[in-house]
């Protein structure tokens, strides 16, 4: 299976479904999520789905007149939805976790399960590597997608460990990147630590943190009163960014008052605790262990 989509039923009932309404799925992937939106929309309604990677069009419901798939990255979904003469929807998912087709695809060298080209890149058409960044940023910069990415608390010491190795030949496979950092992971936790390292990486190719904020501000102009925002994210980083945004209606947090102190926000928030799969959902599917989910309304 390309993917099996996480908190399936949770994430449609937080989006209440109108048939007859308008509704964005800005991670397409699998089409896990997306198709169980179809199902629950009448002959009115209509999806539009978006996915940057062109594996995902292999998965697109051709022949279905309510669905619509938009090859680009989310960050652009005010432009699409202008484009496409959308005044205003009713919904919106996310599902911001890298697919399990991205992990188990050798080739795309998201894993470090398997020696590849470090890629990284969700649109492999363009854009900067992986290889590209650990052989072109300093010390000093690389350090910082390590620790602020990949929150790692031997930041510096991983990239001048990458430097020192590249200054002998390119680091361009993901073995080359383990021979390189490994000797500086405890044995105990290294796993986690290659799992922060590679997230952190993948993150500054794909500027996910830019294109979620970029996201979550046009939900704002997009969305009508009403509407739903279901969210799912994997990483302390993404999830802190999610709940400032709901909290507050923008992404510092900052909250703003009104003159009786009253807290001004576009959001009614639907869950007031964080939903996370269950132990059942987390023992099928062990890469839902980090997800949260959160759902907002649009005042």
């Not at 200054?167 to 021979?179: E, M, Q, W």
């Amino acid at each position: 299976m390309y993917h099996i989509p996480v908190l399936l039923h949770e994430c449609i009932e937080g989006l209440h479904i109108k048939p007859n309404g308008t509704y964005v799925d800005v991670t397409f992937g699998g089409g896990g999520h997306s198709g169980e939106i179809l199902r629950h929309l009448g002959p009115d309604g209509h999806l539009y789905s978006f996915d940057q990677d062109k594996d995902a069009e292999q998965n697109i419901f051709e022949g279905d007149e309510r669905f619509t798939f938009v090859r680009s990255n989310f960050r652009y979904l005010k432009n699409w939805m202008q484009y496409y003469g959308v005044e205003g929807i009713d919904g919106l998912i996310a599902d911001l976790g890298v697919s399990s087709h991205h992990f188990d695809t050798e080739e795309r060298g998201f894993s470090f399960r398997f020696d590849a080209p470090l890629d990284m890149r969700m649109n492999g058409r363009s854009g900067r590597t992986a290889a590209d960044i650990v052989n072109t940023y300093d010390s000093e910069k690389l350090a910082h997608v390590f620790r602020l990415y990949g929150e790692l608390r031997q930041a510096h010491r991983l990239a001048e460990a990458v430097v020192k190795a590249r200054a002998t030949r390119p680091v361009a496979t993901i073995n080359d990147l383990l021979d390189a950092v490994e000797r500086l992971l405890p044995r105990e936790r290294a796993k986690k630590d290659l799992a922060r390292l590679f997230q952190a990486l993948r993150i500054e190719v794909n500027h996910e943190m830019d294109a979620l904020e970029e996201l979550l501000e046009a939900t704002l102009h997009c969305l009508r009163p009403g509407g739903r925002l279901v969210v799912l994210t994997y990483h302390s980083l993404e999830d802190r960014m999610v709940k400032n945004f709901i909290r507050a209606g923008r992404i510092s947090g900052e909250v703003e008052e009104d003159f009786y102190g009253r807290r001004l926000t576009p959001w009614e928030t639907v869950n007031r605790k964080v939903i996370v799969p269950s132990p059942q959902e987390q023992a099928d599917n062990p890469r839902s262990r980090s997800a949260k989910l959160r759902i907002a309304e649009r005042r």
